[in-house]
């Protein structure tokens, strides 16, 4: 069974510019969630997504959005990007909502100029 | 002040020694505790997750600790490998919403 998969896996932006990131979760897995990484802050949870609903928001400001399609695949917006927003971006899948396992994918790599 | 705190912050040991990690945490209501292991570059993989009734879990090598009265995992490692280097994430999960609040990471370095 094919993991997690997250494209792209780096990705080079200037200050202002807006992106969207995607991620395939597990075949089966309803439930993704995304999370930001920094050396500074280290994991911060974004949002959960199930069955194309939001169910879980972290405390991040309204230019990070996300949705969730049929299929389960979902994707990430951040708009008007700062320099700030440079991090890793990590994509988890689990069968269910808030599910006990969750599986990681590589992340995306942001890197903002 | 981050409510799950991890030491060392990092730590380097020999290839064959064993080690242990520390997480304590003061977030309630507990739900679960989770430990990840993250090589550079990559996703978290998980290596246990402990509820409020488990003491003890192993995976392979590795042994995770939970003392839900004192709020306070270890994860130890035994008999190291140079595969082994890696963040080691400690994850607790809230009983009332789900919510996760992540530790810091221990940055392990093993050297042969």
């Known amino acids: 069974k094919a993991g997690v998969t997250q494209t792209p896996r780096y990705l080079i932006k200037t200050r202002g510019q807006q992106v969207t990131l995607s991620c395939s979760p597990i075949?089966?897995?309803?439930?993704v969630s995304w999370y930001q990484q920094t050396p500074g802050q280290g994991l911060q949870f974004l949002f959960e997504y199930f069955s194309e609903t939001q169910r879980n928001k972290g405390n991040f400001p309204g230019r990070f959005s996300g949705r969730q399609f049929s299929n389960s695949r979902s994707e990430m917006n951040v708009s008007t990007l700062e320099l700030g927003d440079s991090a890793l971006y990590l994509c988890a899948s689990s069968l269910t909502a808030s599910s006990y396992e969750q599986y990681f994918g590589p992340g995306t790599r942001l890197t903002v100029t | 002040k981050n409510q799950v705190e991890q030491s060392p912050q990092s730590l380097i040991i020999l290839e064959g020694k064993n080690c242990t990690l520390q997480?304590?945490?003061?977030?309630?209501?507990?739900?679960?505790l989770r430990w990840y292991k993250q090589d550079t570059g990559r996703g978290p993989v998980s290596l246990t997750i402990m509820t409020f009734s488990e003491n003890t879990k192993s995976n392979g090598r590795y042994t995770a600790t939970l003392d839900a009265d004192t709020k306070q995992s270890s994860l130890h490692i035994t008999a190291s490998q140079l595969s082994d280097s890696a963040s080691y994430i400690c994850?607790?999960?809230?009983?009332?919403?789900?919510?996760?609040?992540f530790g810091a990471g221990t940055r392990l370095t093993v050297k042969p």
């Open positions: 075949s089966g897995h309803r439930s």
């Open positions: 997480c304590n945490y003061t977030v309630s209501p507990f739900s679960n």
């Open positions: 994850v607790v999960i809230l009983g009332n919403n789900n919510d996760m609040r």
